[in-house]
Every structure is written in C-alpha cells, then in structure tokens.
C-alpha cells in the first residue's frame, strides 16, 4: 500500500474545527499516540528520506504498532508496512538489531475523522503545534504529486487559516544543530 499525505500547521484551531464539521467530518475523540521514529545507520537528513526505508514505533490505547515509510517522489508519498506487535521493547531491539537508529520521538494527541476516501487527522504535536494531516491510502499507481495536489484543493476549500508543509513530524521537532 502507498500512503499519500499533505500536512497543514493549522493558525485556528476552533476555525478548522467548525470547517471540517460544515464539510461533513466527524472527529472522533482525542487519543494519545507515542512514536518512537527510527532512521537507516548511517542517514542523515541532508540526504533527504526519498529512497531510504524509515520505521516507526508507536504507542497508542496500550496498543504497539510498526510502521515502515519508504519515501517515493517526496516524504509524504510512501510505500508503507504496518503490523501490531505485541511488546514495544523487544520490537526496539528488532528494529535495532535490524540497522535502525532511534532518531527523534514524537508524542501527539489525534482526532481522526474521514471526508468520503481521505483520512483526516488533527494532531496537536508537543513541542511543534497543531496539524491538519490528510491521507490517503491507496493500492494502485496513480501520481503521488496528483492525489496531493487534490488533497491540497481540498483542504484550501475549508476556508481556513493553513500552513502547508512538506516537513514530517520527525523533522518538525528534531532540535536543529546551531
């Protein structure tokens, strides 16, 4: 499956909220996600994510979940693996064992909700602030840049203050060296 995604930091919450409910978006309730993201030994973010295979770990209702992202024509257009686990720590030593390094953890609270085929996720990141993501997951080659482009129309038609970004939550709160 690839996963395809745009992601906004959002200026007005309440506005973004009542946009979604007049377009028809039911959120669901907050829920607390726990990632624990993992890069190749040896990357670097100056190579960029396009071609290398990323994982996650998360954390979400007691349940553990891995994730591996590899990016295609940009970072938010992957082909994507997923499967539950049932004990975190041991999946971090597979993970390790395996040639990944633990690169930045990200703890969010996430409602999500869906607009006919797109997944809508609202996500108040610590220490980045608050998102828009939009997705979708698809099992046939149509263009990433396409579906993104569509995902971006649709979100500028909420009528709200957003800030598209191409950075991943990763990337937003990795702490820049000075």
């Known amino acids: ?7 906004y930091r959002v200026g007005d919450l309440e506005g973004l909220l009542l946009a979604l409910k007049a377009a028809g978006v039911a959120l669901g309730d907050p829920s607390r996600q ?3 993201a993992y890069a190749p030994s040896g990357w670097d973010p100056s190579q960029g994510k396009v071609g290398f295979t990323f994982a996650r770990l998360r954390t979400q209702d007691g ?11 940009n970072a938010m257009e992957c082909v994507e693996h997923e499967t539950a686990v049932a004990d975190r720590g041991s999946m971090h030593g597979v993970l390790t064992a395996l040639g990944h390094v633990p690169s930045v953890r990200i703890a969010k609270t996430r409602r999500t909700g869906t607009a006919g085929p797109i997944g809508v996720c609202v996500d108040d990141v610590e220490d980045a602030g608050v998102f828009l993501e939009l997705e979708l997951v698809v099992d046939d080659d149509r263009d990433g840049r ?4 569509e995902l971006d129309a649709w979100a500028r038609g909420l009528g709200v203050d957003l800030e598209r970004t191409t950075d991943t939550y990763d990337a937003l709160v990795r702490p820049t060296s000075a």
Do not use: G, W
Not at 1 to 7: F, H, S, V
Not at 146 to 149: G, K, L, T, V, W
């Open 63 to 73: 349940r553990h979940v891995v994730t591996t992202k590899t990016p295609l024509a």
């Open 1 to 7: 499956m690839r996963e395809i995604e745009t992601k």
């Open 34 to 36: 726990d990632d624990q």
């Open 146 to 149: 396409a579906a993104q482009a």
